[in-house]
């Protein structure tokens, strides 16, 4: 089977955020592209690549996940990036998600704010840039997966995001 150009961005996505048991590596990327002279390749769209609460992690059961996703888990702390600079709320993002950690905290919510321009118009940096936050280092190794909030709890200006236990 050969994998598409889609099939081999997702692998790579997915492997930069991934930590291999002990003893074992990252499985090799899929194989090679088959030629298609009549379609010329996708152009990736950052902004489009990247679903706005994307898992992070592995290792979530079923029932928990879904748990997560319908608001049904109680949170055990809350953040509100609003009206903070980009360097300003990732600092701060990449704080909290620490102490809460540490604490040992497992379900957090990041409040991102939809972002509205001086005209109007949805900016939302920061609800754009906290997906890109949580999946980098240092927080993607606190952070087992994220999902959207029920609009009760923010909507689509907030983020659940589950943390892993925090080791001895």
């Known amino acids: 089977m050969v994998a598409s150009a889609e099939d081999i961005e997702i692998w ?9 048991l ?8 899929p194989g090679p592209l088959a030629k298609r002279a009549a379609e010329p390749p996708p152009v990736p769209d950052a902004a489009a ?17 879904r748990r997560i996703r319908r608001g049904a888990l109680p949170i055990d702390a ?4 609003h009206g903070m600079t980009r360097e300003q709320a990732y600092r701060c993002l990449t704080r ?3 102490e809460s950690q540490g604490a040992g905290r497992r379900l957090v919510l990041v409040v991102t704010g939809k972002g509205q321009g001086a ?3 949805s ?6 840039e906290a997906p890109h936050w949580l999946a980098r280092s240092p927080n993607a190794a ?14 689509e200006g907030a983020l659940y995001v589950y943390l892993r236990k925090r080791r001895p």
């Open 12 to 20: 790579r996505r997915m492997t930069r955020t991934v930590r291999p």
């Open 22 to 29: 002990p003893g074992r590596s990252v499985p090799p990327e």
């Open 49 to 65: 690549s990247m679903p706005r609460a994307a898992p992070v992690g592995g290792g979530l059961d079923k029932r928990t996940a």
């Open 78 to 81: 809350r953040i509100d990036l």
């Open 96 to 98: 909290f998600l620490a």
């Open 119 to 121: 005209d109007g118009v």
């Open 123 to 128: 900016s939302g940096v920061i609800r754009r």
């Open 142 to 155: 606190r952070v087992l997966d994220t999902a959207p909030a029920q609009s009760r709890h923010g909507g």
